[in-house]
């Protein structure tokens, strides 16, 4: 990358998205030499719509793409080159002319309970009220435990501790992979198994997208892709369109490799107040991962059934 105009990443600015953001910054200096002179990349920070309304759950406004559609915008027009996002913040469908140009390597994608009130999400209190924005955590809490509440709990990481120290809720559910990101994994009164919470589709995961037709870009992210992350993205994402998943919906999805190369993939579906969850499991090679994954979500359709998804 030689021109003399700086290489421009797009991004959120929360905490988290500047840390994400940071982290690509750096690598993509490490793996073009150009990159590392001073001022050879600019960090252009886009607000979006997910970040100016805070006072609806998402699936009242439009989902995830909320998170996304500005820095799409600007991607596609030339404003930037590059565009940094969480993994589970990206639609199913990437809008025409963007692609997924490398991921990095996932950090820890397991949630984490959080109650200044309780050791533990199955010893908090029947009748407590958790904050979440997320109706995939909503769905598989008010499955595991009936007798608790949710409520909708919206803003960045420290936002979000802050509400939960002045008492608006009892209890609080976040990814640790930010928390770690953030030096803030301290913060976790639990971290919850994936038997105990499965987690978003892409959690934990750093994704960078850039157009379609701009080779030179796709190359720089070919050079910093984490090929492991990418299969087990490709697995969760492909499980996530056959779903025709949004974030009016509750899905969750982890693919993990094994030791001996292979694949496992874990997925589920739920109605939003828990009251009924699909589940189901493949294992096999990793250069099956895309059929593994559509092959899991067009069985969680069919055992849902028709309506389902309404």
Do not use: Y
Not at 104 to 127: H, M, Y
Not at 289 to 298: I, L, N, V
């Amino acid at each position: 990358m030689t021109d003399a105009s700086p290489f421009r990443i797009g991004t959120r600015g929360s905490p988290l998205a500047l840390v994400q953001t940071h982290e690509v910054r750096d690598r993509l200096a490490a793996a073009d030499p150009a990159l590392a002179e001073e001022g050879a990349i600019e960090v252009v920070v886009i607000k979006t719509t997910g970040d100016r309304v805070l006072d609806r759950p998402l699936a009242d406004i439009g989902g995830k793409g909320l998170f996304t559609k500005e820095i799409d915008e600007a991607l596609l027009a030339g404003r930037v080159d590059l565009a940094v996002h969480s993994m589970k913040d990206l639609e199913t469908w990437l809008p025409e002319g963007i692609g997924l140009a490398a991921v990095l390597e996932r950090e820890d994608p397991r949630d984490v309970f959080i109650s200044p009130k309780a050791a533990s999400l199955d010893s908090l209190a029947p009748g407590s009220v958790i904050g979440t924005a997320s109706l995939r955590r909503q769905a598989q809490i008010l499955h595991r435990r009936p007798d608790l509440s949710v409520e909708s709990f919206r803003g960045n990481v420290r936002t979000r501790m802050r509400k939960l120290d002045a008492g608006e809720v009892d209890a609080t559910l976040l990814a640790l992979a930010g928390l770690r990101r953030l030096g803030m994994a301290d913060v976790a009164t639990e971290i919850l198994r994936p038997d105990q919470l499965l987690p978003a589709v892409g959690q934990g995961s750093i994704g960078i997208t850039g157009r379609a037709d701009d080779e030179k870009t796709s190359a720089l992210g070919g050079r910093i892709n984490h090929a492991p992350t990418m299969v087990r993205l490709t697995a969760e994402r492909a499980m996530l369109a056959a779903l025709d998943g949004s974030c009016r919906t509750p899905i969750a999805g982890l693919a993990e490799i094994e030791g001996d190369g292979g694949l496992t993939l874990r997925g589920l579906v739920a109605r939003p107040d828990g009251s009924e969850i699909f589940e189901t499991a493949r294992s096999g090679p990793a250069a099956d991962a895309e059929a593994m994954g559509r092959d899991a979500g067009e069985e969680l359709r069919r055992r849902a059934g028709p309506g389902f998804f309404d």
